[in-house]
T-cell receptor, first 112, second 112 residues
Framework: AQSVSQHNHHVILSEAASLELGCNYS??????LFWYVQYPGQHLQLLLK??????LVKGIKGFEAEFIKSKFSFNLRKPSVQWSDTAEYFC??????????FGKGTMLLVSP | KAGVTQTPRYLIKTRGQQVTLSCSPI?????VSWYQQTPGQGLQFLFE???????NKGNFPGRFSGRQFSNSRSEMNVSTLELGDSALYLC???????????FGAGTRLSVL
């Protein structure tokens, strides 16, 4: 079965630290990849997406992600986190224009 | 443009009852997907509707059902509620030619 795995369930960082959240997927063919964020008390929002082309994609709020096909990975990065980045982050994948499979999420806590 | 609207926001039910949740997609979006979000399992796909037809279905028992109306609004129904059905139920809409999904705030269901 298709699956998405996120390496860390909880991450705690200090402000200005660099962030990398791991994501691996199990699809063998064409894949669309997403990172969503859920801030406390808010709905899920799209951070960034990869459909094709440049494997390094940039999203909102300074986030970026790199698609590495050979590693089936789509890791999320941010060079310097802020307290306001405290949220739960979800990686998702789909084979083409089909339903999304989500990872179980990574809760990020940024201490000021 | 208004976002995805889910009603009600909160529900408390007892075991054995049934419940109906409603979702109004973004104007122009004809695809609606439903997800169950729990702390242990993350987001799990329930079903997707497009043009009043169920296009995909997740691995949930038949107690979970849904439908879509001609105006793209969707409802999901859970019959014979169990304690384990307590969760945040999320609705997402998307344009048919892309699976960039836009989420509502969710309906939090508590089963006592």
């Amino acid at each position: 079965a298709q699956s998405v795995s996120q390496h860390n369930h909880h991450v705690i960082l200090s402000e200005a630290a660099s962030l990398e959240l791991g994501c691996n997927y199990s699809y063998g063919g064409t894949v669309n990849l997403f990172w969503y964020v859920q801030y406390p008390g808010q709905h899920l929002q799209l951070l960034l997406k990869y459909f094709s082309g440049d494997p390094l994609v940039k999203g909102i709020k300074g986030f970026e992600a790199e698609f590495i096909k050979s590693k089936f990975s789509f890791n999320l990065r941010k060079p310097s986190v802020q307290w306001s980045d405290t949220a739960e982050y979800f990686c998702a994948a789909s084979p083409g224009y089909s339903t999304l499979t989500f990872g179980k999420g990574t809760m990020l806590l940024v201490s000021p | 443009k208004a976002g995805v609207t889910q009603t009600p926001r909160y529900l408390i039910k007892t075991r054995g009852q049934q419940v109906t949740l409603s979702c109004s997609p973004i104007s122009g979006h004809r695809s609606v997907s439903w997800y169950q979000q729990t702390p242990g399992q993350g987001l799990q796909f329930l079903f997707e509707y497009f043009s009043e037809t169920q296009r995909n279905k997740g691995n949930f028992p038949g107690r979970f059902s849904g439908r879509q109306f001609s105006n793209s609004r969707s409802e999901m129904n859970v019959s014979t509620l169990e304690l384990g059905d307590s969760a945040l139920y999320l609705c997402a809409s998307s344009l048919p030619e892309t699976n960039i999904q836009y989420f509502g705030a969710g309906t939090r269901l508590s089963v006592l």
